[in-house]
């Protein structure tokens, strides 16, 4: 049955969670089609995760192949297809373990990259899965700095080929996901070479193993890179290539190509390129980033609603944790953030929209704006979450760190994606990059887009706020962040100048600004982030409670952040220290109206028990029977303890014997 601390949590919600839910699904028939997916996937036994715990590597390399191949059989067979309306729900009724996603990602970057014969020949195998793809970019010693490669693409006139080698340990290319065991073929990135002339990184489809045997092709060294800190489903791979040599027609075309005489000829832009990596940083956010959240935020808060420990008042019951203050503030900043976030990948969803639209017409001017933001809020929103889940994690006790919590897997997952898909300080460097730029051109009066026309106008001024109610008021707590923000910019931009003028070299000059330029950065994103959270909220219907409590939501996500980073707004006097008492005030008021509506707050994510897989956070909330019962099913309580025979037995007759 129903766990009554839990019950009684859902009998007084503020609004109705079936219409949040619709709402953060964007709309109701949305809901019904995810919930249409998740239905037929949860049913399907081929996607049970309900031994994964307990899984080795192997295991779970194996299971992920497994659920791989029968997608593509249950998606012929539901009728669901890569263009349709359910297409986006599968992954995350998934729930993640399942392999060849950096097929996906060869195959866009052939349709990105290539030339239309190119994608004429190579598509169609990929969708029937004649071939496995993967992505080889990364290695051993360049990740993010993508001219740095060293891996050698040589064209032979004499054979029309191309003639591919890795010359030393550091060019291994050493991390590409299905790589490892599982790829035939790979798009791998060199260094390009014509009548000794370098010209360059450019992609290259390579065949490294025979679709016959599966053996490695000649020339070709790969294998599995070992254990990591999650994704042991992945085969995360490395690759060396001895002399490999493939058809000119293998080198993607679309922007360059190499002539049959050696003529180095290119077209079109190459800025698309930075196109293909925003559109998979926008979807990362939400996939990886913004649902573990929820996840976390889900178990924690159902755990402690019916975890109680120590009496708040003598001759009580003991209390449910959550009625303390300090995990009220443990908690719910995490969950405002989750929402917060969830309508921040909208406005980029929006922006990204929008930038598409305009390259088909081949304007790319909007397109830098699209970089910076893609850019600074992978790395803002992947930092802020994977704290905000270690703060869930640890806001469980003991019970969080037992895998079975479900917390400790979402945690090293999401500690990935701050490194996966750009490197976080150097996205925001060039976040900062863009936004030192516009604050110059809006100083000397120039267009500037929308998003940082603030920087045009930065005006000295004091927070107008007189009592803690003040504080509540969307327009004083925004124009707070935009001071800050415009602050940190228009300080480093001064700084910047000032070190060039007296004679620094830009460079130098512009690695002694860093740690501002990433902290303006970030100050930037998560201004608006406020800002998108208010104007959400002010245009959400005010019937069913909804658009009330997101307005507390989002006064708690602003005052949280002015809370726990007071020195950037105290610093020039604009919030005085009266007023940030003022802060704090409105805060903890708001911990315990917002603590009332925590459970169905996090119902309103709509996650299965299956989805969710943990012990501590299933609907009924049984949190112990379930610990207890899922425990059994350990492989180490399935067997006499090997160590026993072994170990345990001489060591303990041993001593009986001396006795």
Request: with cysteine.
């Amino acid at each position: 049955g129903m766990n009554p601390d839990l019950a009684s949590e859902r009998q007084t919600a503020s609004f109705s969670v079936e219409k949040l839910t619709a709402r953060l699904d964007g709309g109701a028939e949305h809901t019904r089609i995810r919930r249409a997916v998740v239905e037929a996937i949860e049913c399907d036994p081929v996607f049970s995760r309900e031994n994964q715990y307990f899984q080795s590597q192997n295991e779970r390399y194996e299971a992920a192949v497994r659920k791989a191949v029968h997608l593509q059989k249950k998606m012929h067979e539901m009728g669901w297809t890569e263009d349709g309306p359910e297409f986006k729900y599968i992954y995350r009724a998934l729930s993640g373990d399942i392999a060849f996603l950096l097929h996906r990602i060869f195959m866009r970057s052939i349709s990105v990259l290539g030339s239309k014969q190119q994608i004429a020949k190579w598509i169609p195998l990929a969708t029937q899965y004649q071939l496995i793809g993967s992505y080889a970019q990364t290695e051993l010693g360049h990740g993010t700095y993508l001219q740095g490669l060293e891996t050698t693409a040589v064209f032979d006139i004499t054979t029309q080929e191309f003639i591919l080698n890795t010359p030393k340990i550091s060019a291994m290319k050493w991390w590409p996901g299905d790589m490892g065991r599982s790829a035939t073929h790979t798009v791998v990135f060199a260094q390009l070479y014509v009548h000794g002339k370098c010209y360059g990184v450019h992609p290259f489809i390579v065949q490294i193993r025979s679709l016959q045997d599966h053996s490695l092709c000649p020339g070709v060294t790969a294998g599995d890179i070992g254990p990591k800190m999650n994704f042991e489903h992945v085969d995360n791979g490395y690759l060396m290539l001895q002399n490999v040599r493939v058809p000119r027609e293998n080198m993607l075309n679309k922007f360059c190509e190499v002539q049959p005489d050696g003529t180095y000829a290119r077209w079109g832009s190459q800025k698309i390129n930075y196109f293909t990596m925003t559109t998979v940083r926008i979807s990362l956010i939400s996939d990886e980033v913004v649902i573990p959240l929820m996840k976390a935020c889900t178990i924690a808060i159902r755990y402690s609603v019916v975890r109680r420990q120590s009496k708040l008042k003598p001759g009580e019951q003991e209390a449910k944790i959550l009625d303390y203050q300090t995990q009220q503030e443990k908690l719910l900043p995490q969950l405002a953030a989750a929402y917060a976030f969830h309508f921040i990948n909208n406005y980029l969803q929006e922006l990204f929209d929008k930038v598409y639209r305009e390259i088909q017409r081949k304007k790319f001017d909007t397109l830098p704006e699209l970089h910076a933001f893609s850019s600074g809020f992978k790395a803002m929103v992947t930092q802020y979450c994977t704290s905000a889940v270690a703060i869930c994690l640890q806001a469980c006790g003991g019970h969080g760190y037992s895998l079975l919590s479900g917390l400790p897997s979402l945690y090293t997952k999401i500690v990935a994606s701050c490194i996966y898909e750009g490197e976080n300080t150097i996205l925001l460097l060039q976040t900062a990059r863009f936004l030192i730029k516009c604050f110059m051109a809006a100083s000397t009066g120039q267009p500037v887009p929308p998003s940082v026309t603030y920087l045009a106008a930065v005006k000295p001024g004091k927070c107008p706020a007189k009592n803690k109610l003040d504080f509540l008021s969307p327009d004083v707590y925004t124009e707070a962040y935009q001071h800050m923000a415009a602050r940190l910019i228009s300080s480093t931009a001064a700084k910047l100048q000032d070190l060039i003028q007296s004679g620094v070299k830009k460079t130098d000059a512009w690695n002694q600004c860093t740690v501002q330029l990433v902290q303006a950065a970030k100050a930037h994103c998560h201004y608006i982030t406020v800002k998108n959270f208010a104007e959400t909220v002010e245009k959400l219907e005010t019937k069913a409670g909804i658009q009330k409590i997101m307005k507390h939501l989002c006064d708690l996500f602003a005052l949280h952040g002015i809370f726990s980073n007071g020195g950037v707004f105290l610093h020039d006097g604009y919030i005085s220290g009266a007023q940030m008492d003022m802060v704090t005030a409105s805060y903890l008021d708001l911990l315990a109206v917002i603590r009332k509506d925590a459970v169905p707050l996090v119902d309103a994510f709509d996650f299965t028990d299956k989805s969710l897989n943990s012990a501590l956070g299933s609907y009924d909330g049984q949190v112990y029977q379930r610990l207890y019962e899922w425990a059994q099913k350990s492989p180490t309580n399935k067997q006499m303890s090997p160590a026993y025979e072994r170990y345990l037995k001489p060591l303990l007759h041993n001593t009986l014997s001396k006795l």
